[in-house]
């Protein structure tokens, strides 16, 4: 049976925020697939694909503000400060 590791590790290394890959592995054969990851090419298309299909909901403060528009006095401003401090 192939594992997974090497598609798994590939797509993070295309990942720009994702500044290293640690994996692990309890059989040569699984160390083996995972260190293949480095082989891993994936086109602009297939990772536009990818980001698609596993995005994440928007976080509160998010969509509030969509919700609510972002002429809020001040209240945009510290949003956008905490967003930048995380």
């Not at 994702?18 to 692990?24: A, D, E």
């Not at 891993?40 to 528009?69: C, I, K, N």
Request: aromatic residues 4%; glycine residues 6%; hydrophobic residues 40%.
């Amino acid at each position: 049976m192939k594992e997974q590791g090497a598609d798994c590790a590939g797509l993070l290394l295309h990942q720009l925020d994702v500044p290293s890959v640690i994996v692990g592995a309890k059989r040569s054969e699984q160390l083996a697939d995972n260190l293949a990851s480095i082989n891993v090419r994936l086109f602009e298309e297939e990772l536009a694909r990818l980001d698609q299909v596993s995005a994440l909901p928007a976080e509160y403060t998010d969509w509030m503000l969509e919700r609510h528009g972002r002429e809020c006095k001040g209240g945009a401003i510290v949003v956008q400060r905490f967003r930048d401090r995380h």
